[in-house]
Antibody, heavy 118, light 109 residues
Framework: QITLKESGPTLVKPTQTLTLTCTFS??????????VGWIRQPPGKALEWLALIYWNDDKRYSPSLKSRLTITKDTSKNQVVLTMTNMDPVDTATYYCANIAARLIPHWGQGTLVTVSS | EIVMTQSPATLSVSPGERATLSCRASQSVSSNLAWYQQKPGQAPRLLIYGASTRATGIPARFSGSGSGTEFTLTISSLQSEDFAVYYC???????????FGPGTKVDIK
């Protein structure tokens, strides 16, 4: 059974850096073809893909947010970390991590709501 | 960038009725189109991929069709648990570009 869980601060101040950790089980990020991605959803709005990292450390970012994002993995801990710099109130959203397989998103974490406010 | 649009924004349907949701891509995505269902307070769930293939455990009342730029999700007989928001997602040129549609909310008539 594949599970993923996001952790990190629920409140950050404008201009601060957000660091989110995805801890997963049921699959290995050293298996060929496997990836872990981050998707966010502002309250009442649509989904927005942010970044993903593959088993071979190939990293891909949303072009519109690339300058602010960094994604890394720790295969031994079954964790993926996303950092987003220069947070703004418009970045208030639920942040999901997800298992990526063959470009599909079959498994999602429960999500974590991050509020950006002073 | 491929832009996805969905219609209608809200669809009011009575239980037992058929629901037809549309998704359009601004350029061809071949059959690289997925549908997700999201209930309030929950993460999305993969329903359909490859435009027409049901994901594991998805009931047969859900079906997808289309290719290129026009796609349809049909729910043949709505059950109470099907009232939710449905998103389409193209993965033709992903990564790095993957786009979700704005969603269609299916609510009770």
């Amino acid at each position: 059974q594949i599970t993923l869980k996001e952790s990190g601060p629920t409140l950050v101040k404008p201009t601060q850096t957000l660091t989110l950790t995805c801890t997963f089980s049921g699959f290995s990020l050293s298996t060929s073809g496997v990836g872990v991605g981050w998707i966010r959803q502002p309250p009442g709005k649509a989904l927005e893909w942010l970044a993903l990292i593959y088993w071979n450390d190939d990293k891909r970012y949303s072009p519109s947010l690339k300058s602010r994002l960094t994604i890394t993995k720790d295969t031994s801990k079954n964790q993926v970390v996303l950092t987003m710099t220069n947070m703004d109130p418009v970045d208030t959203a639920t942040y999901y991590c997800a298992n990526i397989a063959a470009r599909l998103i079959p498994h999602w974490g429960q999500g974590t709501l991050v509020t950006v406010s002073s | 960038e491929i832009v996805m649009t969905q219609s209608p924004a809200t669809l009011s349907v009575s239980p037992g009725e058929r629901a037809t949701l549309s998704c359009r891509a601004s350029q061809s995505v071949s059959s690289n189109l997925a549908w997700y269902q999201q209930k309030p307070g929950q993460a999305p769930r993969l329903l359909i991929y490859g435009a027409s293939t049901r994901a594991t455990g998805i009931p047969a009342r859900f079906s997808g069709s289309g290719s290129g730029t026009e796609f349809t999700l049909t729910i043949s007989s709505l059950q109470s648990e099907d009232f939710a928001v449905y998103y389409c997602q193209q993965y033709n040129n992903w990564p790095p570009r993957s786009t979700f549609g704005p969603g269609t909310k299916v609510d009770i008539k």
